[in-house]
């Protein structure tokens, strides 16, 4: 879509089905007023759809309007037919009838495309709650419902989210003091409001569209949300069942290790096997245990009484710290040693090279 295009007229959205070429002319009327009801834009301040002054300019796709009753005058009558394929056209009152001054009409691709771009617009820019979206599911489910109807169940919510839909011009409301008198009222609104109905709320054409599409797009995003949550929930799965495998492999090996020590070495050796796709043997087994658990006494063995005035005397004789670091290692090895050959129980010894 063409970077250029009027997309607003004056403070109202420029309807999807209103050609350029009127769009540009509509936009460029010094005085710009629009039916709140309707789709006609006017070139005269007031209420023109009840008494345009001649002169008056009118944009719209609706003309030649039956009254209601028998001999009732038609509204907004043409001093001449519109094209066939015209939907559009902007005409000037001459005190009698509306002058055809311009007609056009659009394709049915351009008219997709300008509701698409003011719906992307739409979920760009704001945040849609749930009542949002409840407002719009039921607008969208009947050709106009009263207000009271609307807001029941949660009057609080819906009542804020009806007030933003009709700030952003995506819902219509008309109340009874409208129904006998704007020609430009939808049908269906002005039956309810003759019927009793305080006041009526609708969607358009254009926001029927758009509310589709507002819709649609939620839908997506929520099915994305929940599939990410579903694949995350297998992807931790399997990584539970692999490292409880590997739990089990690790406790054949050393069958008296303590549970909790087994699901350590489970947790190392688990994205070797992920990238390897096999699980591990006995000696790559061995050898992460031992890793394991030298760097657990490396830490601890200084607070070992023993090993403590040992590197204390150390430190006295004025030793450097090579040699105290060996020494702590050389205890961390034996206690290792010694648990290895205590986890195998009655099984043969095992080695690995990290207790070279």
Same mark, same amino acid.
């Given at each position: 879509?063409?970077?250029? /295009?009027?997309?607003?007229?004056?403070?109202?959205?420029?309807?999807?089905?209103?050609?350029?070429?009127?769009?540009?002319?509509?936009?460029? +009327?010094?005085?710009?007023? @629009?039916?709140?009801?309707?789709?006609?834009?006017?070139?005269?301040?007031? &209420?023109? +759809?009840?008494?345009? %002054?001649?002169?008056?300019?009118?944009?719209?796709?609706?003309?030649?309007?039956?009254?209601?009753?028998?001999?009732?005058?038609?509204?907004?009558?043409?001093?001449?037919?519109?094209?066939?394929?015209? =939907? +559009?056209?902007?005409? &000037?009152? =001459?005190?009698?009838?509306?002058?055809?001054?311009?007609?056009? !009409?659009?394709?049915?691709? $351009?008219?997709?495309?300008?509701? @698409?771009?003011?719906?992307? /617009?739409?979920?760009?820019?704001?945040?849609? =709650? /749930?009542?949002?979206?409840?407002?719009?599911?039921?607008?969208?489910?009947?050709?106009?419902?009263?207000?009271?109807?609307?807001?029941?169940?949660?009057?609080?919510?819906?009542?804020?989210?009806?007030?933003?839909?009709? =700030?952003?011009?995506?819902?219509?409301?008309?109340?009874?003091?409208?129904?006998?008198?704007?020609?430009?009222?939808?049908?269906?609104?002005?039956?309810?409001?003759?019927?009793?109905?305080?006041?009526?709320?609708?969607?358009?054409?254009?926001?029927?569209?758009?509310?589709?599409?507002?819709?649609?797009?939620?839908?997506?995003?929520?099915?994305?949300?929940?599939?990410?949550?579903?694949?995350?929930?297998?992807?931790?799965?399997?990584?539970?069942?692999?490292?409880?495998?590997?739990?089990?492999?690790?406790?054949?090996?050393?069958?008296?290790?303590?549970?909790?020590?087994?699901?350590?070495?489970?947790?190392?050796?688990?994205?070797?096997?992920?990238?390897?796709?096999?699980?591990?043997?006995?000696?790559?087994?061995?050898?992460?245990?031992?890793?394991?658990?030298?760097?657990?006494?490396?830490?601890?063995?200084? !607070?070992?009484? $023993?090993?403590?005035?040992?590197?204390?005397?150390? %430190?006295? &004789?004025?030793?450097?710290?090579?040699?105290?670091?060996?020494?702590?290692?050389?205890?961390?090895?034996?206690?290792?040693?010694?648990?290895?050959?205590?986890?195998?129980?009655?099984?043969?010894?095992?080695?690995?090279?990290?207790?070279?």
């Amino acid at each position: 879509m063409s970077s250029d /295009r009027v997309m607003k007229l004056g403070a109202w959205d420029r309807p999807a089905e209103m050609p350029d070429t009127l769009a540009a002319e509509v936009a460029a +009327w010094p005085v710009l007023v @629009k039916n709140p009801f309707g789709g006609g834009f006017y070139s005269q301040d007031g &209420r023109p +759809w009840l008494e345009p %002054q001649p002169g008056c300019l009118r944009g719209s796709d609706r003309w030649n309007l039956d009254g209601e009753g028998e001999g009732a005058p038609t509204h907004f009558p043409t001093d001449r037919r519109l094209p066939a394929r015209a =939907t +559009w056209a902007v005409a &000037r009152w =001459t005190g009698a009838v509306w002058e055809l001054l311009s007609t056009g !009409s659009v394709e049915p691709r $351009e008219v997709r495309e300008h509701r @698409k771009e003011r719906a992307d /617009r739409l979920v760009a820019s704001r945040r849609w =709650t /749930r009542s949002d979206l409840e407002v719009i599911q039921a607008l969208l489910g009947a050709e106009a419902l009263p207000r009271a109807t609307l807001l029941a169940g949660d009057a609080a919510g819906r009542e804020r989210s009806l007030r933003s839909l009709l =700030t952003l011009r995506l819902a219509l409301e008309a109340n009874a003091e409208d129904a006998g008198r704007d020609p430009e009222l939808p049908d269906a609104a002005r039956r309810l409001l003759r019927g009793g109905a305080e006041s009526a709320v609708w969607l358009d054409e254009d926001g029927r569209a758009v509310a589709s599409d507002v819709l649609a797009w939620h839908a997506k995003r929520h099915a994305r949300v929940e599939n990410r949550k579903d694949r995350r929930a297998e992807e931790r799965d399997r990584g539970d069942d692999l490292k409880l495998s590997i739990a089990t492999a690790v406790g054949n090996v050393f069958p008296l290790m303590p549970a909790e020590v087994a699901l350590s070495a489970a947790a190392r050796l688990v994205p070797s096997v992920a990238k390897l796709g096999r699980r591990p043997g006995t000696q790559n087994i061995v050898d992460a245990v031992v890793e394991i658990r030298l760097e657990r006494w490396r830490q601890a063995i200084a !607070s070992d009484p $023993e090993v403590e005035a040992r590197l204390v005397a150390m %430190q006295a &004789r004025g030793a450097n710290g090579r040699v105290r670091k060996r020494f702590r290692d050389q205890r961390a090895a034996e206690k290792v040693e010694a648990e290895i050959r205590d986890w195998r129980g009655e099984l043969e010894p095992v080695s690995s090279h990290r207790l070279g």
